[in-house]
């Protein structure tokens, strides 16, 4: 990957379809989905790449395991990695672990770093179906510190489920950010990335990422439009250095993500750094050794 000759880095995309054509969500959180969000296409693995590769972008791609809580199959960990491997040049696999599997869990996190090259873990507390500082979760949490990845973790509100009866069983209150300051002071060395705006918790996830010197926030699933003013505020000052731009797609393209971002009121000094800087910093490409700001 050449680092210098991209114009960005996305860090949150998903890997919706397999090869096979089996939907990272049932067709009921799918529907729900489609309608929060609006219609949009479910591309492979290959033609993501290929998406990025003519922007001249590259981007992190996983999915969502959360087979516990749905029993919905999820895409597999290693063909995202390998597909991100066959296509290097523009993406960066992270993997998903459902948390309830234990042991078996952190064995196969252990491998798909060691074996896979993966780079960090999605969780989305929400689906999975569980508190971020549950300490069921701290032996998964341990190795990926131990190795060196990167703990994504979605917070705020989720268009999954959104208009289904019951939301679908899936409560948001496990995606409060504040529930990750836990797990930010028990793992001191885990680097951890906030996805989203986290509506209506904004304000608690600045607070988290201003406190501890290893959280950042991806502005992901959000037009910049939309964004609350204290959001733009610190991402402009405090949090220069740790804020990241994350599109969502498919949901959300990056076509739509960048033109709205252009019309942001941000430095232009801070523009690069959220763009791509930050994050080739985070993700140690280009020669960049992953370092954490204090």
């Known amino acids: 990957m050449n680092v210098e000759e991209l114009v960005a880095i996305d860090v949150h995309t998903h890997a919706e379809v397999s090869a096979d054509g089996h939907a990272s969500l049932s067709a009921e959180l799918f529907g729900a989905s489609e309608k929060y969000f609006k219609e949009h296409p479910r591309p492979t693995i290959p033609e993501m790449a290929a998406y990025y590769r003519e922007r001249k972008m590259a981007a992190v791609v996983f999915t969502v395991d959360a087979e516990h809580a749905t029993g919905h199959r999820r895409i597999s960990n290693e063909e ?23 042991r078996a869990g952190v064995r196969e996190a252990r491998r798909l770093v060691e074996e896979y090259g993966v780079r960090g ?39 999954i489920g959104a208009g289904v ?14 529930l990750v300051d836990d797990v930010a002071v028990d793992f001191p ?27 950042h926030i991806d ?30 797609y498919p949901v959300i ?14 430095k232009p000094e801070v523009r690069p750094k959220i763009l791509k800087d930050n994050a080739a910093r985070l993700l140690g490409l280009g020669g960049q050794k992953g370092t954490r700001q204090p």
Request: aromatic share 12%; hydrophobic share 40%.
């Open 165 to 178: 009866p019951g939301g679908g069983g899936i409560r948001l209150k496990h995606s409060n950010p504040m």
């Open 189 to 215: 060395d885990l680097r951890i990335i906030l996805a989203h705006p986290s509506f209506p918790w904004q304000d608690e996830a600045l607070a988290v990422a201003t406190h501890k010197p290893y959280v």
């Open 253 to 266: 393209t990056p076509d739509r993500w960048l033109a709205d971002f252009d019309r942001l009121d941000i």
């Open 80 to 102: 995202v990695a390998e597909s991100c491997a066959a296509h290097a040049d523009v993406l960066i696999p992270f993997a998903s672990v459902d948390p309830w599997k234990g």
């Open 219 to 248: 502005l992901s699933g959000w037009s910049p439009k939309y964004f609350p003013p204290q959001l733009v505020r610190y991402a402009n000052t405090l949090l220069k250095d740790k804020v990241l731009f994350g599109s969502d």
């Open 121 to 159: 873990f999605k969780f989305h507390p929400s689906i999975q179906g569980f508190s971020p500082d549950d300490r069921m979760a701290y032996p998964l949490y341990e190795v990926i510190e131990e190795l060196g990845a990167i703990a994504l973790f979605h917070t705020g509100q989720t268009g």
